[in-house]
Structure formats: C-alpha cells, structure tokens
C-alpha cells in the first residue's frame, strides 16, 4: 500500500530515491511512498512550533482513539 506522506506547512527538497541521487532535486510538499521504498528528503523547516508528518490515507494516521501509526512530530525552534 502506498503512503503520501507530508509534513504540514513545511515544503522539502527530495534529493534521493533508495539511495541513489536524484538527477534532478525536486520540491513537494506531498511526496508518495511505495512499499520497500526510501528517499532522503530535505525538510525546509522555517516555521516554529511542532510540525506533524502524517500519511494521507486517514486510517494509517488516525483511529477513533487518535493519533497512530503513521504520525510523527517534529518541534522547530529559532
């Protein structure tokens, strides 16, 4: 299953696919993530305060008990 994983208000910079070098970097703020698959990314993180990175597919990030699974935070400080 794939996982269109994003951090909210932070765009990134994918620089990498399964550790190979993309030839050309590109900018999202969404990117889609297959199963076996990895990128490095650059995070773009300019705006304090805690950013969630969260998959879109609403079951893989959140149960009627709250978050899980596919949720991350990531607190950016000045």
């Known amino acids: 299953m794939i996982h269109p994983d994003s951090p909210l208000r932070m765009h990134r910079t994918a620089i990498a696919n399964d550790g190979w070098m993309q030839a050309a970097p590109f900018e999202c703020d ?41 949720v991350a935070a990531l607190i950016v400080q000045k």
């Open 30 to 70: 969404t990117l889609i993530v297959v199963p076996g698959e990895r990128w490095d990314v650059l995070n773009h993180a300019n705006l304090p305060g805690m950013q969630a990175f969260h998959c879109h597919i609403q079951p893989h990030a959140e149960s009627p008990m709250g978050m899980l699974g596919m």
